[in-house]
């Protein structure tokens, strides 16, 4: 008895060609492939484009209660055939066999981008029906008309009363979803899609909103940032890429697109494997890289075949990596540089604005309040000794430094009228008194630019809470004598200007138990410290102050430092509380632990209100 051949012995030589089982799925399949509505359409324009047209007009409108789109150019219409009419029974019955793909196998397709021939499917992710017009050398319309989800397509005779040049696409209705699709969009898509397609072709592109009664011209898509030239070129077997870079300040936008002849592939070059590192991730970088050789994924057409050609991209880009990695450090360098400056100057403000909220006797370091009232004497000399008081901070260029009393102080006042008063501030703000003793409070009047008003102004004085006196209620200084009994004392003086009338309070603590070791301060008439970061991770130290620099040292390899440059205003409250650690520490030195965390309390409780990010 023989045994029946069995399926599985086929000769191993066995094989075929594979062919599409359902031609119909097969189309489907491809036509819904393309699922932006926005690419379909910039895929119409750049047909207009490769046939030749100077202009294309994408109108948005509404007819007989339908919604529609329509792309008109004056290029060379549709192809024609031997008895000279549009050729459209090739287009509909030729899927996936473009003319174009021939013709750059040729030599003769430079600068054509379809290669699929299955653009004009994607009109079903735009709307039901597609109709589309050309001229034949008759000099009559006539147009094809399909219809999403129909095998079917229908050529007829268009009337008009003259046929005109080029080709008409209209699609209508549009699908519900992208009703709502505005020419504005439309127009800030194609100039990112198609910038240096219409920048090489200097195709003029209107999109014609009815709906809205607008227009819009594209003009291609401006980068922003410094264009960087001297570039290391990108060779590759296949061909030379282009590479159009810009360096911009850091932002989530920034981002660098890959393009093939001129038309956006990828958005974002970090989003493709191999170059989602810097610098592509490093939102430094604005512009593109045109890299005619890559293969793209069929029907999306924004997607790249990771194969050989792939490949050699990569390879070839890294020596512009290392390029553009060096030119961002540089730039992450001098924006360093430049916030460290901008931080001091904060901090210098919040420490000035404190100081002088503060007692002078206590923690006038730096010599503020002397050189304030050295500057309002005129002369540049000390004031008298018991004159108390001090200047708003804007009358000080920076702490321990007075502005310029020369000639040019004319000039200021010239240019730098004070306005109608908004504020006023005391100084000092808060402070402790042994009892029976004496201190000076002055009132600060100023505008809303913070400029010192000095004109038609009327203070009064007067105590709100608790015991003691003053020795006048209407000058812009007074004198307060504490009383003998401990307590909390509230002073206020009120300052009116004309109809305006503004008030400040002073707090004073009124002690029997005052610690003498700190009723003076000691100068430092070199200013207050700069800083300067030292790395240092894994050390427990937070700051140093070198006092032969007048340095505060900064160990920014600190996690509390890591975690503090979030953000700049939290990287701000942290260098100052740093600083307030170490004036604290070295202007109170030999104090107890106890009273140095009450010093560090109340200074960086003034400074860090004052700081301003």
């Known amino acids: ?11 191993p030589t066995d094989g075929g060609k594979l062919r599409i089982g359902d031609d119909w799925n097969a189309i489907r399949i491809i036509a819904l492939s393309q699922s932006n509505p926005l690419k379909a359409i910039a895929e119409f ?14 109108t948005r409108g509404r007819e007989s209660g339908a919604h529609y789109l329509s792309i008109k150019d004056d290029g060379d219409g549709v192809p024609r055939d031997d008895e000279g009419l549009p050729n459209f029974k090739y287009v509909a019955t030729h899927i996936c066999d473009s003319i174009k793909r021939r013709l750059k196998t040729e030599g003769n397709g430079s600068g054509l981008q379809g290669e699929f021939g299955i653009g004009l499917l994607s009109f079903w992710t735009v709307g039901n029906n597609l109709t589309m017009t050309s001229a034949g050398a008759d000099q009559r319309a006539y147009q094809m008309t399909m219809s999403k989800g129909d095998s079917r397509y229908k050529v007829t005779q268009r009337r008009v009363l003259f046929a005109e040049g080029g080709t008409e696409l209209k699609i209508s209705p549009l699908l519900e979803g992208i009703r709502g699709l505005s020419g504005e969009k439309i127009q800030w898509y194609l100039a990112s899609e198609l910038r240096d397609r219409l920048r090489a072709t200097r195709v003029r592109v209107l999109v014609v909103d009815k709906l809205a009664r607008k227009q819009y011209e594209v003009e291609p898509r401006a980068y922003e940032g410094r264009l960087l030239h001297q570039l290391p070129a990108v060779r590759t077997p296949y061909g030379d890429a282009y590479a159009e870079l810009y360096l911009a300040q850091p932002a989530e936008a920034c981002q660098v697109a890959l393009t093939r002849s001129g038309t956006r592939v990828v958005e974002n070059l970090a989003s493709l494997p191999g170059l989602d590192g810097v610098p592509w991730s490093s939102r430094y970088l604005q512009g593109l ?14 997607g790249v075949i990771h194969d050989e050609r792939y490949a050699a991209l990569l390879e070839a880009l890294k020596p512009l990596e290392s390029s553009l990695n060096a030119l961002i450090e540089a730039q992450q360098k001098a924006e360093d540089e430049q916030a460290n400056e901008r931080s001091l100057r904060a901090i210098q403000r919040a420490f000035r604005e404190a100081l002088l909220a503060l007692p002078p006797e206590e923690y006038d370091w730096f010599d503020v309040q002397a050189r304030a009232r050295s500057e309002r004497n005129g002369d540049g000399s000390p004031a008298e000794s018991g004159t108390g008081g001090t200047a708003a901070p804007d009358e000080i260029s920076d702490l321990g430094v007075a502005e310029p009393t020369s000639g040019d102080e004319a000039q200021r006042q010239f240019f730098d009228y004070a306005g109608p008063l908004f504020s006023v501030v005391v100084t000092p703000a808060a402070g402790t008194l042994p009892v029976n003793e004496r201190r000076r409070f002055r009132a600060l009047p100023r505008d809303r630019s913070r400029r010192r008003v000095t004109e038609e102004l009327a203070f009064r004085w ?9 020795d006048s209620t209407v000058d ?9 009994v401990p307590g909390l004392v509230r002073l206020r003086v009120t300052v009116t200007q004309r109809e305006i009338e ?3 309070e002073a707090l004073v603590t009124v002690t029997d138990t005052f610690d003498a070791s700190v009723s003076s301060a000691v100068v430092n008439t070199r ?3 700069g800083y300067t970061f030292e790395r240092a991770a894994g050390e427990l130290w937070r700051s140093r102050f070198d006092t032969g620099r007048n340095i505060i040292v900064v160990n920014n390899g600190h996690r509390d430092f890591v975690f503090a440059t979030r953000t700049r205003a939290l990287q701000l409250r942290y260098l100052v509380r740093l600083y307030v650690k170490e004036l604290v520490l070295k202007n109170f030195a030999g104090m107890p632990a106890e009273q140095l965390l009450e010093r560090m309390v109340e200074l960086s409780l003034y400074a860090e209100e004052k700081l301003k990010t």
């Open 476 to 484: 812009q200084e007074v004198e307060f004598s504490a009383a003998a």
């Open 45 to 58: 324009v750049e047909n207009s484009i490769d046939a030749r047209a100077r202009s294309v007009v994408i």
């Open 462 to 470: 007067e105590i709100v809470e608790g015991e003691g006196s003053i």
């Open 289 to 302: 890289i045109d890299a005619p050789f890559v293969s793209l994924t069929p029907g999306t057409r924004s």
């Open 502 to 504: 503004c008030f400040a």
């Open 1 to 11: 008895m023989t045994a029946s051949p069995s399926i599985h012995q086929n000769k």
């Open 527 to 529: 200013g207050l410290p």
